[in-house]
């Protein structure tokens, strides 16, 4: 599909950063997040526990809202959350 759908597939990604700048307040301990990406364990996504666009809620882009995550659950949770599952 990524092959077949770059422009698709370029537009999602661009409305991601758009979304995660928008979600970022100026609050936020730029450092500690850049440390959480840059410490990721191979294999794994780094996740927001809340995600930046759901269908009900809409988390921040903050160091406490993240977690990590196999690629493949990750992918599987896509923008999905569950309060009764914390």
């Not at 979304?19 to 970022?24: E, H, M, N």
């Amino acid at each position: 599909w990524r092959k077949n759908n770059p422009g698709h597939r370029n537009a999602l990604k661009y409305m991601y950063i758009a979304d995660r700048t928008l979600r970022t307040p100026e609050w936020a301990n730029h450092a500690r997040i850049i440390e959480f990406y840059k410490n990721c364990p191979p294999g794994h996504h780094v996740d927001h526990i809340i995600p930046l666009r759901a269908k009900n809620v809409s988390g921040l882009h903050v160091d406490y809202n993240l977690q990590y995550l196999p690629a493949k659950e990750n992918m599987r949770k896509n923008n999905r959350f569950d309060p009764d599952a914390r």
